[in-house]
């Protein structure tokens, strides 16, 4: 865009920056800020008299065309002085990023796909949990005999990568279940049947976000030695003990399995309703158009490596140690980083132009009245509500959660 200011605002901030610098000027024969201004001016010369009144005046003067166009820049404009003398106008030129333009798909003309997979609830589903419920009452008794699924395993294991052992993360003597969801998978496949003093390996990718940097992104080989097994006895289930688990509230097997079935229900309820959003939410973007700018996914990039860097400080790492250990320089991690950062933004982008279309923005009192009504249900909410929603960044924070639940109940109501 090309701005043109006013003469009259071009020769008031000369006067202002002369002013300023005149009062700042040492010039000899003369007492600080005495000395003449025709003289302090001839002194600092045209070129750099220029350079102030520019440092001066753009800014504003760009803030000031940017709220007149209601414009919302990515990063700050590239500005061009075309002309600028005391006496007449001048005119910038301001090259702006700015929110590119989405071309969103018609959600009543999507096809979603149902999921491959069933979320019923089963009756092996609930006996596996009320074994979950129980298992904190278990006796643990010491056996002779092999590693069996359910069981505690003490174990000393060892850690090698690259061909050397990571000492942080060997262990001795510790004790781990034998259960899916506490054991990693490949450790799971290979400890039952192990008896005392045998030893099995596995190998193991960790995650690159992996929390010791030695490990993060690696292949490694995994030793466990099996140094005893303890077997797990659940108390049998009756009335008595239906009692003591729910503090009266239930009073017989049977009421407290129908309330686990209906508990276990209720979730796959929720499960696949998530998965029904996600679904939906998939098909609107890649149904939709929307050319996502360099300078957004910088920004994005910048956000994330600086959270990274903060929730490294407070684990006493630095950021460049952590990238030294991935093998990896910034640039590579913005390089690596820069596709699923490129696919959130179009997801937020699309969702974005869903709401202004459909009018979801929330007002502040939908988002005061969102916050209380999520109170009840956040431990870290209750008795501060009142403090709370006199902070702009809490309720920033409410209102994207609020249009998010809006948008994705809307998506559901439209969508085939």
Do not use: C
Request: proline share 5%; hydrophobic share 40%; aromatic share 4%.
């Amino acid at each position: 865009m090309t701005i043109e200011v006013p003469a009259e605002v071009v020769d008031a901030t000369f006067e202002r920056v002369l002013n300023r610098l005149a009062s700042r000027a040492r010039i000899e024969g003369f007492r600080p800020g005495r000395a003449p201004r025709a003289l302090v001016e001839s002194r600092i010369g045209p070129a750099a008299l220029r350079d102030e009144v520019v440092e001066t005046m753009v800014p504003e003067v760009v803030r000031q065309a940017l709220d007149e166009k209601s414009i919302d820049p990515i990063d700050n404009p590239d500005i061009e002085v075309l002309e600028l003398e005391r006496g007449r106008p001048a005119r910038l030129k301001a090259t702006i990023s700015v929110m590119p333009e989405v071309t969103l798909a018609d959600p009543a003309t999507l096809k979603v796909e149902s999921p491959d997979h069933s979320h019923e609830v089963t009756e092996e589903m609930v006996e596996r949990r009320l074994e979950d419920l129980r298992a904190p009452m278990a006796e643990i008794t010491p056996v002779e005999r092999e590693v069996r699924i359910g069981d505690i395993a003490v174990i000393d294991i060892e850690v090698e990568v690259d061909g050397k052992v990571v000492d942080s993360e060997s262990r001795k003597a510790t004790e781990a279940e034998v259960k899916e969801g506490v054991l990693l998978p490949e450790l799971l496949a290979v400890l039952p049947g192990t008896f005392v003093d045998e030893t099995r390996e596995a190998g193991v990718t960790f995650p690159a976000s992996y929390s010791n940097p030695e490990l993060a992104g690696k292949q490694a080989t995994i030793r466990v030695t099996v140094r005893g097994v303890k077997e797990k006895v659940l108390p049998a289930l009756d009335d008595a003990l239906v009692k003591n688990l729910t503090n009266g509230k239930q009073e017989t097997v049977e009421a407290y399995r129908n309330a686990v079935r209906e508990e276990l229900e209720e979730s796959a309820t929720a499960v696949t309703r998530m998965e029904r959003e996600q679904a939906v939410v998939k098909a609107l973007v890649d149904a939709s158009a929307v050319e996502v700018p360099e300078a957004l996914v910088d920004r994005e990039l910048t956000s994330q490596l600086e959270a990274l860097e903060r929730s490294l400080n407070r684990q006493g790492m630095k950021l460049d140690r952590y990238l030294h250990y991935l093998g990896r320089s910034i640039d590579q991690w913005m390089a690596d980083e820069r596709p699923e950062a490129e696919r959130r933004l179009k997801v937020d982008l699309v969702l974005a132009e869903f709401a202004r279309r459909e009018g979801l923005e929330p007002s502040d009192e939908d988002v005061v009245k969102y916050l209380h009504e999520q109170s009840p249900q956040d431990e870290e909410l209750k008795g501060q509500v009142g403090e709370l929603k006199q902070s702009a960044a809490v309720r920033r924070y409410f209102a994207s959660r609020l249009r998010r639940r809006r948008v994705l109940d809307r998506l559901l109501e439209v969508a085939s």
